[in-house]
């Protein structure tokens, strides 16, 4: 299947179906995915609290896909019973993740659609008026895991808006991590962990990661006062410059590691609330050069994750 982003946000639906995007009113709603596993319940309770803390409506949103005709007519299914069944399955879902949103935060302002079609296109539509994407890491079942991990993937590699991945194992208490590497791509996701922090009251540690000849024997290293490496710790002050007027209640670490960026940010991830990562959308050839920082991070790390596209 081609992953362009103009492809999955092209993908067809059924020719009765409506794109799910039609059914949610909200413009800057926390967005959730539900499939009813165990991983969508807690991007669920996630998506619930940040709706909260930002004051945002929350829409819960359900996409099945449709199975392919010649598999329904060599088993002798009737596709209409069949959609019917998928489709009330779907509203069930929803229904139920809304009951669950307001019982942890009664204030919400929640609603719900249900959809059919590519998941990932869908997906990618609904990013283009939201404030914030969120997504289980894997789905219902070892064929379902693969294709929903395949899902979470896709989309925080092509969304217009912020998306979190919740992944498992989350213990908490560690703050707000954020990765930076001194391009315009880290700009969004600082000010997004900022943004963040300010809202929760978590400390925010700013992590910049480089690597010179002295990893190759020494292994990675915390760069500390007495290190020769004021050209990073400038590139760092500018990549924050301007947060810390704009947040003074924020609590901010910075750490300066030398060491291979993929490696040392999976490691500083555990015990985080969040970790944030900027990336920037690309297409054709870019597509396969996502960055291994990101995916590493996406597949390894305990918690949320939350990928933050840069302007294009």
């Known amino acids: 299947m081609d ?38 319940e807690e991007a669920l309770a996630w998506a619930a609290r940040q709706a909260h803390l930002h004051h945002r409506p929350l829409a819960i949103v359900s996409v099945w896909e449709p199975v392919p005709s010649m598999w ?52 990618l539509r609904l990013s283009k008026h939201a404030s914030l994407l969120v997504l289980g890491s894997r789905g219902r079942g070892p064929l379902r895991s693969l294709l929903l991990g395949s899902v979470s993937a896709a989309v925080a590699r092509h969304a217009h808006c912020p998306v979190v991945v919740v992944r498992p194992g989350g213990t908490g208490g560690g703050g707000i991590l954020v990765g930076i590497d001194g391009t315009q791509r880290s700009m969004g996701a600082v000010a997004a962990a900022y943004d963040q ?6 400390k925010v540690t700013v992590l910049h990661c480089f690597w010179d000849a002295r990893v190759a024997y020494a292994g990675a290293m915390v760069v500390d006062e007495t290190d020769d490496a004021a050209d990073v710790r400038s590139l760092v002050a500018e990549t924050t410059a301007g947060l810390a007027e704009k947040h003074p ?39 396969l050069l996502f960055p291994s920082v990101v995916t590493s991070v996406l597949e390894h790390a305990h918690g949320a994750v939350m990928v933050v596209p840069s302007p294009e």
Do not use: C, M
Request: no cysteine; net charge negative.
């Open 3 to 40: 992953t362009t982003p103009e492809n999955l946000e092209n993908a067809q639906t059924q020719p009765t179906g409506h794109k799910i995007a039609d059914h949610v009113s909200s413009t800057g709603a926390v967005v959730v995915a539900v499939d009813g596993s165990e991983h969508a």
């Open 72 to 123: 329904l007519d060599t088993a002798g299914i009737d596709h209409a019973v069949l959609y019917a069944e998928l489709s009330s399955a779907g509203a069930d879902r929803v229904d139920a993740a809304r009951d669950k949103a307001l019982s942890l935060h009664p204030d919400l302002t929640v609603e719900t659609a249900v959809g059919r079609g590519d998941v990932r296109g869908e997906l």
């Open 197 to 202: 922090a300010a809202a929760t009251g978590e």
């Open 249 to 287: 209640d924020v609590e901010v670490e910075t750490r300066i590691v030398r060491g291979l960026a993929d490696q040392v940010l999976v490691a500083e991830a555990q015990g985080r609330d969040l970790v944030v990562l900027g990336y920037h959308r690309q297409h054709g050839l870019g597509e």
